[in-house]
């Protein structure tokens, strides 16, 4: 029931964009996002629920794609302040509220 | 600050022992989650509680329990503590356990020798 994402890892220069995937077999409830500096607690970036709604924080947006459970991060105008891990986190219908996080994809963004 | 507190930061103890570690959630928050992190790795989803009561349970080893108190704060016991069990431990916590935020704690290291 883990989500899947990729790439597991992007290398950026400053100004450049990225997208980082997050799919699920299971039917969802909701999308997860989170950034983790290295020896830091995850940071709650944005929440996407049923209905395809796309957010934002800063230049860092997403998208949920509900028929076919996946959700997408995009990196808009990299700045050095986006290095870190990101997670996605899947709530699934089937399985109440249990936040399961995928693996994660470390971005660098280099100057 | 996430407003979650996780006590001790450190812990170190010797194989066969037992620890406990304790998460006050932020003010408002009903429900608690744990979480592990080995070294490098991604957030392992341990167990979750909303307002005293378990709601979910992921692959927790039956050697681990957890609680959460009237006041809401949740304690995670670790006993007969293997090597393999280091790891950082993460709580969690979210206004109503479900479609909203988590808010993690600074977590807490623990080291089995």
């Known amino acids: 029931q883990q989500p899947v994402q990729s790439p597991q890892a992007v290398i950026l220069r400053e100004g450049e964009d990225a997208v980082i995937n997050c799919s699920s077999s299971?039917?969802?409830?909701?999308v997860h996002w989170y950034r983790q500096k290295h020896g830091e607690a995850p940071v709650f970036l944005m929440i996407?629920?049923?209905?395809?709604e796309q957010k934002g924080h800063e230049k860092i947006s997403a998208s949920f794609n509900e028929k076919k459970q996946q959700s997408s991060l995009y990196l808009t105008a990299s700045q050095l302040s986006y290095s870190g891990t990101y997670f996605c986190?899947?709530?699934?219908?089937?399985?109440?509220?249990?936040?399961?996080f995928g693996g994660g994809t470390r971005v660098l963004v280099k100057p | 600050d996430s407003g979650v507190t996780q006590t001790p930061k450190h812990l170190i103890t010797a194989t066969g022992q037992r620890v406990t570690l304790r998460c006050s959630p932020r003010?408002?928050?009903?429900?608690v989650y744990w979480y592990q992190q080995s070294l490098d790795q991604g957030l392992q989803f341990l167990i979750q509680y909303y307002n005293g009561e378990e709601r979910a349970k992921g692959n927790i080893l039956e050697r681990f329990s957890a609680q959460q108190f009237p006041d809401l704060h949740s304690e995670l016991n670790l006993s007969s503590l293997e090597l393999g069990d280091s790891a950082l431990y993460f709580c969690a916590s979210s206004h109503t356990g479900g479609n909203s935020p988590l808010h993690f704690g600074n977590g807490t290291r623990l080291t089995v020798t």
């Open positions: 986190g899947t709530e699934i219908i089937a399985a109440g509220n249990k936040l399961t």
């Open positions: 996407l629920l049923k209905g395809g």
């Open positions: 299971k039917a969802l409830y909701s």
């Open positions: 003010s408002g928050d009903l429900s």
